[in-house]
């Protein structure tokens, strides 16, 4: 309870929540056609979201939630995301929603939530929008030689001596995604889909493969794709030139950093990780916490930032993703705080 903003709820004189979640003027007054009974009840039972009441004329400190506290769970204290954004073992929680795919407790007083979702095990095809399916949509597949003509010819100079080296990226049909940019600092996406055979009696295993192929430095770089509460996210695999990325992943310890000659840059380079990975479903645990002038934000782990944030950032910061706008009209506004 320490360290949160309390603020009186207008007309209910000695009650007191969170000012992030504080019902607004406009939540209490009636819908055009909500009677008054319900009304009543709205506005007594309090917004669904408000969490936590102190009531200083009782005495009372009330947690929303049909079951009352209880001990944070197992899965909450295993998770390493949750140790890592916020570790508090010593602390309550009240049910918020439990359903087939999704459970929702509060962390009680502290503002924060946590989600634990179960394995999507629909496959990578499922959502046209944001899966394997949607990225085939206007793409165009690669070849070394449908891009030999002209300015084209960048991306197989940068691409094909990479591929030469790792057998299970040149197996796979990557597609390029949109059109080919031209340019100095000209940057291609490619994608492509890996099939792994499972252990014993478990089914094919597949994995969504993001290549990045930067023209100038060359590099490329492998991020798997992976599912972490129903969104999707990139994870930094590999890397052909150590010197041009934010994060070189590591390598396998019975294989040793491979080097890789640039023409277009006539010097060596190390790269680092590997493209043969493959991540089955799992359950996926999510941070949530609400701050004054913020808003609800997400804690992203940093395997899902690395390549794209310089690594000595992660080190020092957590960053949080904002929900919805904030200051100026922003959204998805990343905040990182100090370790």
Request: charged content about 25%; overall charge neutral; glycine content about 10%.
């Amino acid at each position: 309870v320490q360290g949160t903003d309390w603020v009186k709820v207008e007309h209910e004189p000695g009650n007191w929540v969170p000012k992030v979640v504080a019902p607004t003027k406009e939540w209490r007054e009636a819908t055009p056609d909500e009677a008054y009974y319900d009304w009543l009840v709205r506005v007594t039972a309090g917004p669904a979201d408000s969490g936590c009441q102190i009531d200083l004329n009782v005495g009372h400190y009330k947690v929303k939630g049909g079951g009352g506290l209880s001990l944070i769970p197992d899965w909450a204290l295993k998770s390493e995301d949750y140790a890592d954004a916020y570790g508090a073992k010593q602390v309550k929680c009240s049910s918020k929603e439990a359903s087939a795919n999704r459970t929702w407790i509060d962390v009680s007083g502290r503002l924060h939530d946590l989600q634990r979702w179960v394995p999507d095990v629909r496959g990578p095809d499922a959502d046209s929008h944001t899966s394997f399916a949607g990225m085939m949509f206007g793409a165009n597949k690669y070849s070394r030689e449908a891009y030999m003509g002209g300015d084209d010819k960048w991306l197989p100079e940068v691409l094909e001596p990479i591929l030469s080296q790792l057998p299970a990226l040149k197996g796979l049909s990557l597609v390029l995604q949109g059109f080919l940019p031209r340019g100095s600092g000209a940057v291609a996406r490619l994608a492509g889909l890996l099939e792994k055979d499972g252990e014993g009696r478990r089914g094919k295993v597949q994995q969504i493969k993001e290549v990045l192929v930067q023209r100038s430095p060359p590099l490329v770089e492998v991020y798997d794709v992976v599912e972490f509460g129903r969104q999707f996210y990139r994870m930094l695999s590999f890397c052909s030139d150590s010197r041009w990325a934010f994060y070189v992943p590591k390598t396998q310890s019975d294989k040793k950093p491979m080097p890789f000659y640039s023409a277009q840059t006539a010097s060596w380079s190390l790269a680092g990780g590997s493209v043969d990975a493959a991540y089955r479903p799992s359950h996926s645990v999510l941070v949530f916490r609400s701050l004054t002038g913020l808003g609800r934000q997400l804690y992203i782990p940093p395997r899902f930032l690395r390549g794209l944030l310089p690594e000595a950032l992660l080190e020092r910061y957590k960053f949080w993703r904002s929900e919805g706008e904030v200051g100026g009209g922003l959204t998805g506004l990343i905040i990182g705080d100090e370790r």
